[in-house]
């Protein structure tokens, strides 16, 4: 069994929540790379909740950033469907 992979992520106001590693992979087009992740809530249906972030390495901190654009979200659902697939 893999071992989980934990990350603390600090919120805007300074609050921390540990969550668990799903995926991180990068457009070897773009070198965006990002990170999927869980804080294991569950919706109405039972279903696990993720999360996904465009990570920042500009700065001396990773930092997780929103995904506004469509063709971006388009490109991560297909990566996220394709590993759905190998389960």
Do not use: C
């Not at 990068?26 to 039972?46: A, L, P, R, S």
């Amino acid at each position: 069994m893999e071992e989980k992979k934990i990350l603390s992520l600090v919120q805007e106001d300074g609050s921390i929540d540990e969550v668990e590693v799903i995926v991180a992979f990068e457009f070897k087009d773009n070198h965006k790379e990002y990170v999927v992740y869980t804080k294991n809530e569950k919706d109405e249906n039972g279903n696990v909740t993720v999360y996904v972030s465009n990570v920042d390495r500009s700065g001396t901190e990773p930092k997780f950033l929103g995904i506004e654009d469509e063709s971006e979200w388009n490109r991560i659902k297909d990566v996220l469907r394709k590993l759905a697939k190998k389960d």
